[in-house]
């Protein structure tokens, strides 16, 4: 997909890649067939059994090559002249034994610490409505949501968790749902509130989204919250597309 001209969006996705990079190891990857070295100051040294360096170095390829359509896009006069920065289209871009490596290689660090995590962390009994083996939510609108998320995750770049353990200011929650872009590392909350009926639940509501806005998590950017009366698929939809799939 091309973007606009916005020379401020190019310009921050550029200070995150910059900052990134810093993190990376110096070099670069040399893949030939099977094997993987580290080239150093003009020195190869082999890698092939160290997964964790190959996916540095390959993340590191990743982004050099988003840097340069980066830049390229803040220099552009109009929109004719902007390049393509999807993920699919990166990859698209390297050398041919780069796209042969796994897809993981190219996700941002984080990713790994999520994937380690129970799909759902709180021990609630309610639960009742099942999405798929290991995902089981308590109410119709949280399953319409999950169906939505789940069909979604499928087709692009991004993990859904239902319930994760999140600690904000030494807090920790249970957001309904977060879903987590593969490549940025990006975490959007998703919170249902579907029981402002119950005696307290709007106080607890407010409460929790003050922590939310205090934490950085900006409403309909970063943190989406649905009630009821927003519960139908096309609704569903229009967040997912707009909120979870738009950077």
Not at 48 to 63: A, G, V
Not at 65 to 89: C, G, H, M, W
Not at 103 to 126: L, V
């Amino acid at each position: 997909m091309k973007n606009i001209v916005n020379k401020n969006y190019y310009k921050k996705k550029l200070t995150t890649v910059d900052a990134e990079l810093l993190t990376l190891p110096t070099g670069n990857l040399i893949i030939r067939g099977k094997r993987c070295s580290h080239l150093v100051n003009g020195k190869e040294a082999s890698i092939t059994k160290n997964k964790k360096l190959i996916q540095l170095l390959c993340r590191k390829k990743y982004l050099l090559a988003l840097k340069k359509r980066l830049n390229k896009n803040i220099s552009a006069k109009s929109f004719s002249q902007l390049v393509d920065i999807t993920p699919e289209d990166i990859i698209r871009s390297l050398p041919a034994s780069f796209q042969k490596m796994p897809i993981s290689y190219f996700y941002h660090h984080s990713i790994e610490k999520w994937q380690a995590r129970p799909s759902k962390e709180n021990t609630y009994k309610g639960k009742k409505y099942e999405i798929k083996d290991d995902v089981v939510v308590r109410s119709k609108s949280e399953f319409m949501i999950g169906i939505r998320l789940e069909e979604y995750e499928n087709m692009y770049n991004f993990l859904y968790l239902y319930e994760p353990a999140i600690t904000l200011g030494g807090q920790t929650i249970y957001p309904d749902f977060i879903a987590i872009d593969l490549f940025t590392g990006m975490v959007t909350i998703w919170e249902h509130f579907g029981a402002l009926h119950e005696p307290g639940y709007e106080k607890e509501m407010n409460k929790k989204m003050e922590l939310y806005l205090k934490h950085g998590f900006i409403p309909f950017e970063t943190l989406i919250y649905t009630f009821e009366f927003d519960m139908n698929t096309r609704r569903i939809r229009d967040l997912i597309e707009n909120i979870i799939l738009a950077d």
